[in-house]
């Protein structure tokens, strides 16, 4: 299993959002659509083996890929899914999730509380362009990679992250976009490193 953790700064918790607009009055919620569709979508399929969790003002959306259902390639409906997701969010009651459709969860659970449910499930990476070069780190088993959206993390997500990180890895030489660096990391691990092709 390989998981992703995205953190979003300026998409909103609410489902008010419209769905013809989404980089401009929607809060970036393009950019979570497109983290969506690199960590979860490949040529003619989806990967089954992966989980994303979007981080969205103290609400987490999960999407699992091996039960999400409707996953479609495009921004608007992979938008209209978050959206659906984010209508449900008061059904939610503490930490047990709503399930407004199969594959989709809503935690109301904030950075700090998805951090520490998804450690006991493997080892907290953050990827940023600060860190070890992932060609001199060995690949991990069962990774939750933690990366923001177009904004830095702010002071208080830095020390919550350093906290729990097992690791920090630089992907390449120049920063790169979180949807990018998603289907930079499926590379490294699908490849054991860039060592198997």
Not at 40 to 57: A, F, K, P
Not at 89 to 100: L, N
Not at 124 to 137: F, N, R, W, Y
């Amino acid at each position: 299993m390989r998981q992703f953790l995205v953190v979003a700064h300026d998409a909103p918790a609410s489902a008010d959002f419209p769905l013809d607009a989404l980089a401009s009055e929607a809060g970036r919620m393009d950019l979570l659509a497109r983290a969506l569709n690199a960590a979860l979508l490949q040529s003619h399929g989806i990967r089954e083996d992966t989980r994303v969790h979007l981080v969205i003002d103290g609400v987490t959306v999960s999407v699992d890929g091996a039960t999400v259902r409707n996953l479609h390639p495009d921004e608007r409906s992979i938008a209209a899914l978050l959206r659906s997701a984010l209508k449900a969010r008061e059904d939610a009651i503490g930490h047990q999730p709503a399930e407004p459709s199969p594959g989709l969860k809503v935690y109301r659970m904030d950075l700090e509380a998805t951090l520490d449910r998804l450690a006991r499930e493997g080892p907290i990476v953050q990827l940023h362009e600060d860190g070890d070069p992932a060609v001199e780190v060995s690949v991990p088993v069962d990774p939750v990679f933690v990366l923001s959206d177009h904004r830095d993390f702010t002071d208080e997500e830095v020390d919550l992250i350093a906290e729990r990180a097992d690791a920090r890895v630089r992907l390449g030489p120049r920063p790169l976009h979180a949807d990018h660096a998603i289907s930079v990391a499926h590379n490294w691990l699908d490849t054991n490193g860039y060592t198997q092709y």
